[in-house]
């Protein structure tokens, strides 16, 4: 007599969401290349051989965390652009969105600050450069504009200013955890008035 098939079940969303959650955990606390997927497997309480019914390797799961993270960030960085906003008012309105993805996917943007400059060198991951390509044109073509149109000080470096802003606000994904005394919104606040008026008094 024939042995019945066991019919194969689908994972759920729910299911694939909570994966690649563990995953990117443990993508940015060991970083990519000391990351197996018998780790992962491991950290969500599954065999290495079930892990892969959901996923054909480490590499697509990474895939998936980045494009997640960039997809949702453009939305909203985006629609800052796009909204006609003074230069101050989007240079604010861009800190602003990237807390709120700090908070959203704090271990993504830690995988993509360690290990995006290396994952670009592979077709793949050609997309991480176009965004940092684009990421840059948003943020400089601000601050110029804020330059010409008289809002910013005229004697600023755009490109130092620009990386200093850039790295003061993405570094806090190393310190920050969702859920802590601050909301995103008013960690940016309390940033944007150290960056954009300064920590001294006024005399």
Do not use: C
């Not at 992962?40 to 990474?62: C, N, P, R, T, W």
């Not at 709120?100 to 994952?119: C, F, G, M, N, T």
């Amino acid at each position: 007599m024939p042995t019945k098939k066991k019919p194969q079940v689908t994972p759920t969303p729910e299911r694939r969401r909570e994966l690649l959650a563990t995953a990117a955990e443990v993508f940015a606390a060991q970083g990519y290349n000391a990351t197996t997927v018998r780790r992962i497997a491991d950290e969500a309480g599954m065999l290495a051989g079930s892990l892969y019914y959901h996923f054909d390797s480490k590499e697509s799961m990474v895939d998936e965390i980045l494009s997640t993270f960039l997809d949702e960030l453009w939305q909203g960085y985006d629609a800052v652009l796009a909204a006609g906003l003074g230069p101050r008012e989007t240079i604010e309105a861009l800190v602003t969105e990237s807390f709120r993805e700090i908070d959203r996917h704090r271990p993504a943007v830690a995988i993509y600050q360690k290990e995006s400059k290396h994952l670009a060198t592979q077709p793949r991951f050609a997309y991480l450069a176009d965004s940092q390509t684009k990421f840059e044109k948003a943020w400089l073509g601000t601050l110029e504009r804020g330059v010409a149109e008289g809002v910013f000080r005229d004697d600023l470096d755009i490109r130092l200013t620009y990386r200093f802003v850039r790295d003061t606000v993405w570094v806090a994904a190393s310190w920050y955890r969702p859920g802590g005394h601050h909301s995103p919104e008013e960690i940016a606040r309390q940033y944007l008035s150290m960056v954009l008026d300064g920590i001294a008094l006024r005399t």
